[in-house]
């Protein structure tokens, strides 16, 4: 059988033949089938679908915290598939950012730390850990809030210290989970307009929602149904295309 060519470089994520079936009792569950999906440096993406649909699998697999049963998965040219459980890892740190709906913060610890924690795990030097951190915080307007811990913080400003988590490192990607499904219409607003920044300042960003107000922020929508890809838009401008 013939190997598939490598992945265009410009492309940070880039599955082919993407399968990933989970086994339950006497039975197989076919979450995703056949997915063949690129995004390229620096897209907004909306990744929707009803429950079962294969999203949450999916992103799972471009978030490097599952592997594929089948097909081939690229993230940053790095064949997923070849790696083992401590490349993995580096590569989620080294790449990737992480959001989820509810926040996932150390409750007994103060947004700094919250942020720095990502950070325990490099070898820079406690300066430049902090240095970082601080900065994370200040980006998604947080800089008078660094000493309160997420039970002195509002929904929306416990999520912005989740977006400055997933920043600190400083990378290519943000995986955001439901990110707004915990919030109020008007913080959703202000988290997505966060994110649509990041966006212009050159960070990829993938987001799962079953709100489609939520999706319209993205430049491009891309619908799941019974584990497979079943429309994939982009908007230019208030044009779309498929």
């Known amino acids: 059988m013939t190997e598939a060519p490598a992945p265009v470089r410009r492309r940070l994520i880039e599955a082919r033949g993407l399968g990933r079936d989970y086994v339950m009792g006497d039975n197989v569950i076919r979450a995703l089938d056949r997915v063949d999906v690129s995004i390229e440096y620096g897209e907004f993406v909306a990744i929707m679908g009803p429950s079962g649909s294969g999203k949450s699998t999916f992103m799972n697999l471009v978030g490097a915290l599952d592997t594929p049963t089948r097909g081939k998965l690229w993230i940053a040219g790095r064949d997923v598939t070849a790696l083992d459980d401590d490349e993995l890892a580096r590569l989620r740190n ?3 950012g992480f959001v989820f709906q509810q926040f ?17 795990y490099t070898r820079l030097p406690a300066e430049e850990k902090n240095a970082r951190a601080r ?7 947080l800089a008078d809030r660094m000493d309160h811990r ?8 416990q999520q912005r210290v989740a977006i400055a988590r997933a920043l600190v490192n400083r990378p290519s990607m943000i995986l955001a989970d439901e990110p707004t499904g915990a919030l109020d219409t008007v913080t959703a607003g202000e988290i997505m307009d966060l994110l649509e920044d990041l966006n212009s300042e050159g960070v990829t960003i993938v987001l799962v929602t079953h709100e489609e107000e939520i999706a319209a922020h993205a430049r491009r929508i891309i619908r799941f149904r019974d584990g497979r890809v079943v429309e994939d838009v982009a908007r230019t401008g208030d044009e779309v295309t498929v």
């Open 94 to 96: 080294e790449w990737l």
């Open 104 to 120: 996932m913060l150390l409750p007994r610890t103060d947004a700094l730390d919250n942020v720095r924690l990502p950070l325990m």
């Open 135 to 141: 900065a994370a915080l200040a980006r998604v307007g």
């Open 150 to 157: 997420p039970s002195q913080l509002s929904g929306g400003q």
